[in-house]
């Protein structure tokens, strides 16, 4: 009887363990979606200035000089939603876990925004870039 009892209460505890809420783990993985979104991206950085340079470069001798300067335009802008996004992100945000959940959310909403403003700019340009400039 004492082994039934003790078994019993192995497995209640392991059920209890098991259904313990994991929101500890769940902010761990969303903050590391989120670095890992980032981290993809940051190195994109020099790319888009240079990029953007190159733009601003080739339309003072381009028939497509407006075209060039609106591209260069769109690298600017996804640069500084980079940079306004490292600054404004807060990576020791205190608060309790669902608090810190609803806050990385919105930062990962934010950080893929950025993501993707910043790949399809680059992409956009190296189209461009094949026929528009002299």
Not at 60 to 71: F, G, V, Y
Not at 75 to 82: K, S, V, Y
Not at 118 to 130: A, D, F, H, R, V
Request: net charge negative; glycine share 6%; hydrophobic share 40%.
């Amino acid at each position: 009887m004492m082994k039934l009892l003790r078994w019993s209460y192995l497995f209640l505890w392991i059920f209890l363990w098991g259904c313990a809420p994991t929101s500890g783990n769940e902010t761990d993985l969303l903050y590391q979606e989120i670095m890992d979104a980032h981290d993809e991206v940051m190195p994109k950085m020099g790319k888009i200035r240079n990029l953007e340079k190159q733009f601003r470069s080739a339309a003072l001798t381009s028939n497509n000089a407006t075209e060039l300067i609106r591209q260069a335009d769109v690298l600017a802008r996804a640069n500084e939603a980079m940079m306004n996004w490292m600054r404004n992100f807060n990576s020791d945000f205190q608060g309790l876990d669902e608090e810190k959940k609803e806050y990385l959310l919105g930062q990962k909403k934010q950080v893929y925004q950025v993501k993707e403003l910043m790949n399809s700019s680059i992409l956009q340009s190296g189209e461009l870039m094949g026929s528009a400039i002299d």
